[in-house]
């Protein structure tokens, strides 16, 4: 491991700053449950972090894949309210309430 990640902290901070954490198809490989993304995907489990799904598609076929991802997300028993891009209509209700609460702050 070239670089440790102290995902507790990072998470922590997403949180703090209202920000989502990915959890990125492209980048797992090997035993999915030893992969670092399993360990981040616990971790945002444990604090109740936001997530998006990524695919890092690079092929046309690729586009969506999220298979690695959700198998992982089924191991963690993650909650299905923290996945804001579970629908588009989730992500946008989402997008719509954090931009009528910015424009009530000015």
Same mark, same amino acid.
């Given at each position: 491991?070239?670089?440790? *990640? ?14 989502? =954490?990915?959890?990125? $198809? #492209?980048?797992?490989? #090997? ?16 604090? $109740?972090?936001?997530?998006?799904? #990524? ?13 690695? *991802?959700?198998? =992982?997300?089924?191991? *963690? ?7 804001? $891009? ?16 910015? $424009?009530?702050?000015?």
């Amino acid at each position: 491991e070239q670089f440790k *990640v102290d995902y507790h902290e990072v998470i922590s901070a997403a949180i703090a700053h209202d920000k989502f =954490i990915e959890l990125n $198809n #492209g980048s797992i490989s #090997g035993n999915i449950l030893q992969s670092e993304s399993f360990k981040l995907a616990k971790e945002c489990h444990i604090q $109740n972090a936001k997530i998006i799904c #990524g695919s890092d598609a690079h092929i046309v076929h690729e586009i969506g894949a999220f298979s690695k *991802v959700i198998e =992982i997300l089924k191991h *963690v028993n993650f909650q299905q309210e923290l996945i804001m $891009n579970i629908s588009t209509a989730y992500l946008n209700n989402y997008l719509i309430k954090k931009s009528q609460m910015k $424009n009530s702050l000015c």
